[in-house]
């Protein structure tokens, strides 16, 4: 047999083997669909439980990875991501367990009203259905979205990158553990057992109808591969080109603090920001002492002329800084003309992630809360808040830029549907 | 020039018109985003007085319009759908009327809620972005899917069926009269200029990311092409397989009163019930009366053998009767051996559209709410309710069955998205 023969009949084994988790999954969530909120609890204490227990395995998996990784001469910032620890594990075991202590969204009732004829009508929550996962180096993501999926009543495929799929993996069997130890179907959360990249477009294609929504976690252009080629809907944000715009009158103490918040706290994250927007009528006063404030802890400063007037340590920002996702101790800054001007800039350069604005003026923030059309706009705040966990919503699956069913982070309620129910009494329509 | 170049630039040119007519939308939704409620409530009202004075012009292009369909052999349920009438013209121009008197979706605030460290969430409605819509015969969808799309801040691009354009332009006059008045952009409300059926590509298409959405109007034929061809979502369901069950105990009353209305007050609408489910139990005594009954009003009925017992003019039915959409006075009949078997029923046929149990057993109706996985539950009530009028939305645009973003009837709060407004007093993140 040629080789050529044989690839062939691998990639239909592999398309089969795709197929064929999709209508477990199918099974499975209609499963999970009818389990009530203690069995899905007890199933999450379970896998919190085997997490903790299996730190050592879960802990051996994950070096077997990083050497691999190194092997292959992986980046430095991408080994940190895929880096497990003790506490790390800890974290990982603490997030399934505040997601178990959540109220159950399914069967919420999210509206109701009567009408005049004697309806009662009430809209309440259903899971999604089934929810494919598509992540690189985190392997916390195992967890998290395994345990949001179940959560939510949907069952999930989780497709890790070849760099993490060993502690991918070691995660997984705790998961597995904790749904046969509730009786729950093992293909609730399944992990698809093969690195071959063409797994990921058969997910894309949405298994034969068998998923309803895929969740990209990764960098730009797995983002954006799955954005292209997905033919089922998908929650996810491209870039977090997130912007703080400081619009007089602004307390000084205030945009300092925000401002070297925003940026540096963790420059990694979608939500660090990555321009600083500053009226005129503030450059003299507040530049000179947040550029300072910056420069002090480490971060490189590009900017328009003005900015370059007002600290002589300021690189000169060329046009593809603004609109440029860092994820560095780097921010562009530029000098406005007010509100309009500011919010002009947002939505030519931005990507509808989240900005705040700094300013005592209430009516301006009114403004720009009503003109900018990001997902999370903050008011004196900083935009590191962009983050399920600080919303209140326990967990995050990711931040989601697209209007379509779920914006801003992606937490449980994002991850349900919902039906109507009517009760009559006897009631036809004339 | 061979026919072939020729047809190669005739498709470039309206692949390049599609795809202006997308552009020209996406800045029209930007103003729109801004209008406020009294500026689209004006635009509404100017647009229901047109088509009131302009009923004699609208009438006119729908004669031209039936008079080439009835040319072309176009069956019967086909032109009593495109046809219109004075009273018809009337129900659009107050149906215009109504939406404008809907509170405005946008800026609604749909959730809100306080954080330990002081920061004040709210959740609030924002435009969807610009909607296509594709129908068929019926040129109310017109000013109805103009209308609605307006007070919830989008942009429309309509394309209407080659046999209802004619009629469907007359209408578009008058939205783009009432666009004119309150100072509106044109390309608010867009119509396709050609019945060329490659524009229905180009939209499923999305029009390079122009078209966030798409709901198609009409028969089975174009939801699914829709459906299966669309890179955008769709809002839509293919079809309405509705089910009345009856669950003893059930007043046999009521219970003939609903199936009669749910069956027969309009057989061509997608919340006609196609299919009635029995329990074992009921069939002595409330089959007969309720299959006299529906004979009684002309309806055909195609049973199972107890069926068939019970009454001797029953058709036998076939298994391809059962999760057929009959759209006429044809109803499949089924005896069941309880709720769990109505429910497996209907899930095996059914298209989670809408579906009835009529019970006085609270426990039964409570059961079937949880199980059955369909956007419209009613318990005692007719499946013909499921209408965004009757749940008190105003209008609907269609009813979806899909599970994402909108599910039950489209109205203007499900052609809304969201975003997030944070509050702050200088909160950083530790």
């Not at 910032?77 to 202590?101: H, N, Q, T």
């Not at 205030?254 to 321009?275: D, F, H, L, S, W």
Request: proline content about 4%; glycine content about 10%.
């Amino acid at each position: 047999m040629s080789v050529e023969a044989r690839q062939t009949i691998r990639s239909g084994d592999l398309a089969d083997t795709m197929l064929a988790m999709g209508r477990r999954a199918r099974a499975a969530a209609r499963v999970l669909a009818r389990a009530d909120a203690r069995t899905k609890d007890g199933a999450l204490a379970a896998m919190a439980a085997a997490i903790r227990r299996d730190a050592p395995a879960i802990l051996a998996a994950n070096t077997r990875d990083l050497e691999a990784a190194q092997a292959r001469g992986t980046a430095g910032s991408f080994l940190d991501r895929l880096k497990l620890d003790p506490s790390r594990i800890e974290a990982m075991a603490k997030g399934v367990e505040e997601i178990a202590a959540l109220p159950d969204p399914v069967g919420t009732v999210i509206a109701e009203w009567d009408r005049p004829n004697g309806l009662h009508i009430e809209r309440v929550r259903t899971p999604l259905g089934v929810i494919g996962v598509i992540f690189e180096s985190r392997p916390n993501v195992t967890a998290d979205a395994g345990a949001l999926c179940l959560k939510a009543g949907n069952a999930v495929i989780l497709r890790p990158g070849s760099e993490s799929a060993g502690s991918a993996r070691a995660i997984h069997a705790c998961l597995a553990e904790g749904l046969a130890a509730a009786g729950l179907p093992a293909d609730a959360i399944q992990i698809v057992p093969t690195t071959d990249r063409a797994a990921v477009g058969a997910m894309l294609g949405g298994l034969d109808g068998a998923i309803d929504v895929i969740v990209p976690r990764g960098g730009r252009s797995l983002v954006e591969r799955v954005q292209g080629e997905a033919r089922v809907p998908v929650f996810a944000h491209l870039e977090g080109i997130c912007h703080v715009y400081l619009h007089a009158p602004a307390n000084l103490d205030m945009a300092r603090r925000i401002v070297v918040n925003a940026k540096m706290r963790r420059t990694g994250i979608c939500g660090a920001a990555e321009t600083l927007l500053v009226d005129r009528a503030l450059a003299a006063t507040h530049l000179p002492p947040i550029l300072a404030d910056l420069i002090a802890v480490g971060c490189e400063v590009r900017g328009d002329a003005e900015t370059q007037a007002a600290d002589p340590r300021v690189v000169a920002a060329g046009e593809a800084d603004y609109g440029k996702e860092f994820l560095d101790a780097i921010i562009a800054v530029k000098v406005v003309d007010g509100l309009e001007a500011a919010i002009e800039h947002i939505e030519r350069y931005g990507s509808s992630h989240t900005e705040a604005i700094v300013t005592d003026d209430q009516a301006a923030a009114d403004r720009f809360f009503a003109l900018v059309d990001s997902a999370i706009l903050l008011h004196n705040a900083s935009t590191q808040f962009a983050d399920g966990g600080e919303f209140g919503m326990g967990a995050e699956i990711g931040i989601a830029t697209g209007r379509m069913h779920a914006r801003g982070p992606v937490g449980v309620e994002q991850l349900t549907s919902f039906k109507y129910r009517v009760r009559g009494s006897g009631q036809t329509r004339p």
